[in-house]
Antibody, heavy 118, light 108 residues
Framework: EVQLVETGGGLIQPGGSLRLSCEVS????????MHWVRQAPGKGLEWVSV???????YYTASVKGRFTISRDISKNTLFLQMNNLRADDTAMYYC????????????WGLGTLVTVSS | SSELTQDPAVSVALGQTVRITCQGD??????ANWYQQKPGQAPMLLIY???SRPPGIPDRFSGSVSGNTASLTIIGAQADDEADYHC???????????FGGGTRLTVL
């Protein structure tokens, strides 16, 4: 079965760090463009980061310099290292597989909740 | 601008047709994609590209675009269609994905 399963979320104090994982099953994590998308409570979806072939990475402006996307081919897993967390990083974080040229996401995980609060 | 704008809420009578819109300059260049999200669930792809549906998505759902406005049309709205609907596209400046703010659909 093709699926994405995120883990690693939790309650963290401002300034702290978390590493999110997205375990990929049924396909190879390095064969696709893989993204992180987040959703603050009661808000819309916000694109966070992407890792392309050749390990090119891009980030939304608000997380640049604080978040790092990576993948481990041997573990077939996508990661998001989040440092210097802020209250406005509080959100459900989804990993998502890009489906094609029109930048659509055809496979989503269930998400992992990150709460940044003192 | 890479922003996409959606109406926060739309309602439709059971069995009627509803159109949910997504506006943004980037839609003059790139197609909009549409997702359905029910409470407590992850988004699910409904429409991508010009007007393609993933397997299992009924043809009651369709997409179109005119100028800088993309539309998701639902024919014969059902109670189960009550959900949040999100559009996304590629940002015309950054080239990175962008999302609209989402539209909550209520089926009356």
């Amino acid at each position: 079965e093709v699926q994405l399963v995120e883990t690693g979320g939790g309650l963290i104090q401002p300034g702290g760090s978390l590493r999110l994982s997205c375990e990929v099953s049924g396909l190879r994590v390095n064969d696709y463009y893989m993204h992180w998308v987040r959703q603050a409570p009661g808000k819309g979806l916000e694109w966070v980061s992407v890792i392309y072939s050749g390990d090119y990475t891009y980030y939304t402006a608000s997380v640049k310099g604080r978040f790092t996307i990576s993948r481990d081919i041997s573990k077939n897993t996508l990661f998001l290292q989040m440092n210097n967390l802020r209250a406005d990083d509080t959100a459900m974080y989804y990993c998502a597989k890009e489906g094609g040229n029109d930048t659509f996401f055809d496979l989503w995980g269930l998400g992992t909740l990150v709460t940044v609060s003192s | 601008s890479s922003e996409l704008t959606q109406d926060p809420a739309v309602s439709v009578a059971l069995g009627q047709t509803v159109r949910i819109t997504c506006q943004g300059d980037t839609l003059r260049t790139y197609y909009a994609n549409w997702y359905q999200q029910k409470p407590g669930q992850a988004p699910m792809l409904l429409i991508y590209g010009k007007n393609s549906r993933p397997p299992g998505i009924p043809d009651r759902f369709s997409g179109s675009v005119s100028g800088n406005t993309a539309s998701l049309t639902i024919i014969g709205a059902q109670a189960d269609d009550e959900a949040d609907y999100h559009c996304n596209s590629r940002g015309d400046i950054s080239g990175n994905p962008v999302f609209g703010g989402g539209t909550r659909l209520t089926v009356l």
